[in-house]
């Protein structure tokens, strides 16, 4: 390995990405609720405000939509501020800035200013945290024009798109799945940016496409190596953007594949996998598919306490196997 690169968890990734953001730039500042002292709900942002002092790491109150409005307004005056919802389910509480403020002033504005504005979402289900603190929104906010959404899947991409987040001059939304926290992967020590707007092709494959996002990246990765074993060769796409999306890397794939799976966990309904189905059925993959598109995502519920049935509101390894292999095989 190199020596430059280490294995971080996704946690301490991100906590690097936000101190080397500070330390290049001293408009960036931190705002959310228990990031200071306490280092924050999922111990992302640590000892920061000890580096940092608290007028960088500012504790909020629990006040979303005063605090997330105190974020545009510093953004608008030109400083560069990184909000941290607790739990992303509490955005649903400071919407009125996200969606109609930070995303449309540019706009309204005629281009004059920028809202250069990061916000972090801890998200997504598996901690038994229930059903108000376990949601996976983020296709809500990709369907708002003026906002960009990010989803890094691995430790070396968290750090990378929130680098290229807060160099932004328009509002992202960086959406962290929780269970991510936890798991390792090579993280270059320097700073470094991953082009918001791009997706990756984790794994390579003719038979099928597997589009997906945060954690189902793993989960169709794994996926794939048990249909490896069948004989059936899968792509796996890693989305790492919701807005903007790119098109032309799963067209190309589907192309080539014929065949299109997309697991995500958010509902089903009119999910992320609802556009990408949609895109397809618009671009000249369309001619290329053998099969009808497959969408594998949350159940149509809350999301349950009871462990059990947590795990079975969401897709797992075995119902991504099962929906690709019944694909290939004409059982759909």
């Known amino acids: 390995m190199n020596e430059m690169v280490r294995e971080l968890t996704y946690a301490q990734a991100v906590q690097e ?12 500042f931190l705002m959310g609720e228990d990031i200071g002292v306490y280092g924050g709900a999922f111990q992302v942002t640590g000892d920061l405000v000890h580096r940092f002092g608290e007028d960088r790491v500012m504790d909020t109150p629990i ?40 995303a ?30 376990s949601q996976s929104l983020e296709a809500w906010l990709a369907h708002v024009p003026g906002l960009k959404v990010v989803q890094p899947a691995t430790p070396h991409d968290a750090k990378g798109l929130l680098l290229a987040a807060i160099d932004d001059p328009d509002p992202v939304m960086v959406f962290e799945h929780k269970l991510l926290y936890k798991t390792k992967g090579e993280v270059p020590a320097e700073p470094y940016r991953v082009p918001i707007g791009k997706a990756i092709v984790r794994r390579e494959g003719n038979d099928v496409t597997i589009v997906a996002t945060a954690i189902m990246v793993h989960r169709a990765l794994e996926a794939a190596e048990t249909l490896a074993g069948e004989g059936i060769a ?29 697991v995500y966990e ?12 949609a ?22 519920s809350p999301i349950p306490y009871n462990p059990v049935l947590e795990k079975a509101a969401v897709p797992q390894t075995p119902d991504i196997i099962a929906d690709v292999r019944n694909l290939v095989k004409g059982r759909t």
């Open 17 to 28: 990405a936000l101190a080397q953001a500070m330390e290049a730039d001293e408009r960036v």
């Open 63 to 102: 006040a979303e939509l005063g605090a997330a409005g105190v974020a545009v307004g510093a953004a608008l005056a030109g400083s560069r501020p990184v909000f941290e919802f607790q739990f992303s389910d509490f955005a649903t509480l400071a919407m009125e800035q996200i969606v109609n403020q930070a």
């Open 104 to 133: 449309k002033i540019r706009f309204m504005l005629g281009g004059k200013v920028s809202v250069p504005l990061v916000m972090r979402f801890p998200a997504g289900s598996g901690t038994g945290a229930a059903a108000q603190h």
């Open 234 to 262: 899968a792509e796996v796409i890693d989305l790492r953007t919701l807005r903007p999306l790119d098109k032309g890397t799963v067209i190309e794939s589907v192309k080539k594949t014929s065949r299109l799976v997309c």
């Open 266 to 277: 958010g509902v089903k309904t009119l999910g992320i996998g609802a556009e990408i189905s």
């Open 279 to 300: 895109m397809i059925a618009e671009s000249e993959a369309f001619d290329y598919l053998d099969a009808p598109i497959v969408r594998l995502g949350g159940v149509e």
